[in-house]
T-cell receptor, first 115, second 114 residues
Framework: AQKVTQAQTEISVVEKEDVTLDCVYETRDTTYYLFWYKQPPSGELVFLIRRNSFDEQNEISGRYSWNFQKSTSSFNFTITASQVVDSAVYFCALRQETSGSRLTFGEGTQLTVNP | ETGVTQTPRHLVMGMTNKKSLKCEQHLGHNAMYWYKQSAKKPLELMFVYNFKEQTENNSVPSRFSPECPNSSHLFLHLHTLQPEDSALYLC?????????????FGPGTRLLVL
């Protein structure tokens, strides 16, 4: 069975603060893929990153960075110097190679960045 | 148009109505998906199509009827819905239905069933 847990339901920060969104996953497959999506109030899920299970290298893209640790089954997402436009719901998702197209989402973290 | 588009963006219908949601992808992908997002619940996969063929039906009630006439278009026909079917319905597409392929989502249709 596959499962994604985002324990933080809501996070509120002040602009320019750094914030980390946690994601813990469960899978029995050795090959799997992890994703982060952003959902602004408009509703569309915006793809941010994909990671496969064989690539534990951390990634940085501008103010965004991701820390993938297989030892703790975590794939955490950090926003540096947050901005009001970062306010959204962020979803972590898992896809197992043996599950075909099934993408399992966490329940999401509502991030509010206040000016 | 680019990416994945969905129409209408908002829909209000009675329980006896029949309506259809439309999704179109402009990415040249082969797989398309319908998801349901209810308040306080994780996204739920409803249907998967690959090369116009349905490959997955996640135990969705028959009052939801999908149609995929070609790889670029996906419809969700709705009839005799219940108030608990009110949700955001998201369409997505990916290059193929298996493996590492990233799914790209449309803006969704917010459905309210009265």
């Amino acid at each position: 069975a596959q499962k994604v847990t985002q324990a933080q339901t809501e996070i509120s920060v002040v602009e320019k603060e750094d914030v980390t969104l946690d994601c813990v996953y469960e899978t029995r497959d050795t090959t799997y893929y992890l994703f982060w999506y952003k959902q602004p109030p408009s509703g569309e899920l915006v793809f941010l990153i994909r990671r496969n299970s064989f690539d534990e290298q951390n990634e940085i893209s501008g103010r965004y960075s991701w820390n993938f640790q297989k030892s703790t089954s975590s794939f955490n997402f950090t926003i540096t110097a947050s901005q009001v436009v970062d306010s959204a719901v962020y979803f972590c998702a898992l896809r197992q190679e043996t599950s075909g197209s099934r993408l399992t989402f966490g329940e999401g973290t509502q991030l509010t960045v206040n000016p | 148009e680019t990416g994945v588009t969905q129409t209408p963006r908002h829909l209000v219908m009675g329980m006896t109505n029949k309506k259809s949601l439309k999704c179109e992808q402009h990415l040249g992908h082969n797989a398309m998906y319908w998801y349901k997002q209810s308040a306080k619940k994780p996204l739920e996969l409803m249907f998967v199509y690959n090369f116009k063929e349905q490959t997955e039906n996640n135990s969705v009630p028959s009052r939801f009827s999908p149609e995929c006439p070609n790889s670029s278009h996906l419809f969700l026909h709705l009839h005799t819905l219940q108030p608990e079917d009110s949700a955001l319905y998201l369409c997505a597409s990916s290059q193929d239905w298996w493996g590492s392929e990233t799914q790209y989502f449309g803006p969704g249709t917010r459905l309210l069933v009265l």
